[in-house]
């Protein structure tokens, strides 16, 4: 099953990283401890909504846009069969939009190009979904895959 920590977690560390800031600086300006704020981006943590905000703000980001980019790698999910349900005992065939996967339990797809899934299922009740926003120069890649 999908954790919402964890998607949250995903796209706060891929904003600060793509800022190229370290989780000090941000956790400076959003004015949450370093050692919280990693739990945080590693869904170990679930902030409150005005932490998250605080976080957004310190980022630069709208709390509007971290919620649609985490709604819209959740949607993806949810198209997967077995990720937001439990699996069944008989394989399942592959969406369309599968990518080769590079070990038995992990299957990428991308939605329109913008963000790349890969989905570890570890049990039949829990999944590991990490979200990557899709630069411009691999969504001919990754579509194509």
Known sequence: MVL?????????RARRQGQQRTLREVSTAANVSLGYLSEIERGQKEPSSELLAAICDALGARLSELLREVSDTVALAEQLPGVLVPMQDEPTPAPVAVRKPTNRNVRQVSSDGKVAVSVRQE??????????????AERDVVCAA
């Open 4 to 12: 919402l920590r964890r998607v949250i977690g995903d796209a706060l």
């Open 123 to 136: 049990s039949p009740l829990k999944a590991t979904l990490r979200s990557t926003r899709v630069r411009p």
